[in-house]
C-alpha cells in the first residue's frame, strides 16, 4: 500500500481526493478532518445560507456515496496534530497514528481575530465553518442591530444578508472604501450605494478600539472613540493560513506553506494546496496565496497529478473570484495589482459594466459586474496576454475580442 493521506476535506482536499480516484491511485486515499460534518461548499455559507432561516441549507461538495464509491476512507471530527516526517506517519489527536506515502497538506485558513478588549465576547462573530453560519443564522433576527467590522468579501456578503433578513446594519471599515484590497475604486463605490440603498451605513477610516458589553456585546468603540450600539458583531478582516502544523514539522512556511509550482513544499513528499498554499514561481519573490475555490480545486488537480506521475507539465489557470451582494455579480479574473491603467466598458450608472485592468497595453484582469459576458472572453486573452485598443476595448456595443491590437 501506498496511501496518500490528505489533512483537510475543504474544496481543496475533496479535489484532491476525486482527482486521485480519477487517476486510479490505487495504494489508497485517506482524507482526514477536524469538522464532523461531511465536506460541504463554503461560499453559500456568507450568501443563500445565511439569507435563509433554514439550518439545514447545507450545499454538500460531493455525495455521501461518492467517499465509498471510490474507495475513500474520511476520518471526521478529528484534527492532525502532528506530522512526523521521519516516520512518514501523521498523528491525530488522541494518539492515533497512520502512515503515508505522501501528504498533502489542505489545512485552509482561520479567520484573523481582532486583537482588542472585547474580542471573545458572545455576540462576536466569525464566519468560516458551517457552526459559525449557524450561530450566525440564528442570531440575525429582523430589527436587530448588525456591526460588519471589515468591508472586505466576507463582511459585505454577510452585510448583505443581514439587510435582507431586515436588520438593522453597520460597516466599519478602516480604509476609506469598501473591497478596496481586491477592487478599483470605481467598484468599490457601486457597491456601497448598492449597500447605502438597502439601508446599510458605513464608517470609513475607523479601526475597532474595543467591544463593550455586560456579558454580550453591546457596543462597538471605533479608533476615534465613537460607540456604536449593537446587538451582533460580524468580523470580517482576513485571514490567516492554517500552517502550524506543517511549520511545527520543520517544513517552510513564510504567511503560507510554500510550494513549488508542483505543489511541492520543501518536502518532496509534503504537498499543499489550497488557501494554506503560498505558491513560489520564478520572477515573484514573495509568490502567491490565493483564497478561493478556483485556486484551490487547480492546486488540487497540480499536486494530485505530480503525486501520480512526477514529470508532468503545471498549467497555470487565470485565478478568478466571485461574490454576490443583493443579487449583484461581481466576477473578476486576473490579478488587478498587475496593472498600470484602466478602461471602464458600460455604464456604472445602468448597473452594468466591467473594468479592464491593463498592463503595458495587455490585459491584466478584469472586474465584471453584471455584465458576464464578458467575463469568458476576457479570461481567455488574459491567458493569451493580449494587448487591447483601449477605446474599441471601452465599447460594449463592439465584443471584447474584437478589441485586440
Ligand atoms: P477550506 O475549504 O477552508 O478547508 C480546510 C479544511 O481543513 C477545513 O474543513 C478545516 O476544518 C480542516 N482542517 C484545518 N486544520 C486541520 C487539522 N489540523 N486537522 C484536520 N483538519 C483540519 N471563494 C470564492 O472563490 N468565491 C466565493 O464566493 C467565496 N465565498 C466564501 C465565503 C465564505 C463564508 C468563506 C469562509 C470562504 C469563501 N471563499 C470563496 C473562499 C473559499 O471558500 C476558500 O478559498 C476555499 O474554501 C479554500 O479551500 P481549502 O480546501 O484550501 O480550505
Known amino acids: 500500500d501506498k496511501p496518500v493521506i490528505i489533512i483537510g476535506s475543504g474544496h481543496a482536499g475533496v479535489q484532491a481526493a476525486a482527482r486521485l480516484a480519477e487517476l486510479r491511485w490505487d495504494g489508497g486515499i485517506v482524507l482526514v478532518d477536524q469538522e ?12 443563500e445560507m445565511l ?7 447545507l450545499s454538500l461538495l460531493r455525495k455521501d456515496t461518492f467517499y465509498r464509491d ?10 492532525v496534530r502532528t506530522i512526523d516526517r521521519a516516520a512518514r506517519q501523521i498523528e491525530l489527536a488522541g494518539g492515533v497514528r497512520h502512515s503515508y506515502h505522501r501528504l498533502i497538506i489542505a489545512t485552509g485558513s482561520t ?18 465553518s458551517h ?3 449557524l450561530a450566525l443564522q440564528k442570531a440575525l433576527t429582523a430589527g436587530s442591530r448588525v456591526t460588519i467590522v471589515g468591508a472586505g468579501y466576507i463582511g459585505l456578503e454577510v452585510a448583505a444578508a443581514a439587510a435582507a433578513r431586515g436588520c438593522d446594519v453597520t460597516i466599519v471599515e478602516f480604509r476609506d472604501r469598501v473591497l478596496s484590497r481586491v477592487t478599483s475604486e470605481i467598484v468599490s463605490r457601486h457597491f456601497e450605494s448598492l449597500h447605502r440603498s438597502n439601508g446599510a451605513r458605513f464608517v470609513f477610516g475607523a479601526g475597532v478600539r474595543a467591544f463593550e458589553g455586560d456579558g454580550r456585546v453591546q457596543r462597538v468603540v471605533t479608533s476615534d ?12 478582516v482576513g485571514v490567516v493560513p492554517n500552517q502550524q502544523l506543517a511549520a511545527d514539522a520543520g517544513i517552510a512556511c513564510d504567511d503560507g506553506i510554500l510550494v513549488n509550482p508542483h505543489c511541492q513544499t520543501s518536502d518532496p513528499e509534503v504537498y499543499a494546496i489550497g488557501d494554506v498554499a503560498r505558491c513560489l514561481r520564478d520572477g515573484e519573490p514573495r509568490g502567491q496565496r490565493l483564497e478561493s475555490v478556483q485556486n484551490a480545486v487547480a492546486q488540487a488537480i497540480t499536486a494530485t497529478n505530480h503525486v501520480v506521475s512526477q514529470s508532468c507539465e503545471v498549467k497555470t489557470e487565470v485565478p478568478w473570484f466571485w461574490t454576490v451582494q443583493h443579487g449583484t455579480r461581481l466576477q473578476t479574473a486576473g490579478l488587478r495589482h498587475e ?3 484602466i478602461v471602464v466598458r458600460g455604464s456604472a450608472l445602468a448597473g ?31 491567458a493569451a496576454g493580449a494587448a487591447l485598443d483601449p477605446a474599441r476595448a471601452a465599447d460594449p456595443s463592439i465584443k471584447l475580442a474584437q478589441s485586440q491590437t
Open 111 to 128: 479567520p484573523r481575530r481582532l486583537d482588542v478588549p472585547g474580542a471573545d465576547l458572545p455576540g462576536v462573530h466569525t464566519l468560516s
Open 70 to 79: 471510490n474507495n475513500i476512507e474520511r476520518i471526521s471530527g478529528r484534527p
Open 225 to 236: 472613540g465613537t460607540s456604536l450600539d449593537t446587538d451582533i458583531v460580524v468580523v470580517g
Open 51 to 57: 439569507k435563509s432561516a433554514d439550518p439545514t441549507a
Open 352 to 382: 452594468k459594466f466591467s473594468v479592464l485592468y491593463l498592463r503595458e497595453g495587455r490585459l491584466a484582469a478584469i472586474d465584471t459586474v453584471d455584465a458576464l459576458k464578458d467575463f469568458v472572453p476576457a479570461k481567455k486573452l488574459i
Open 131 to 133: 457552526a459559525d453560519a
Open 339 to 341: 496593472s498600470d491603467d
Open 36 to 47: 464532523e460534518t461531511a465536506p460541504y461548499e463554503r461560499p453559500p455559507l456568507s450568501k
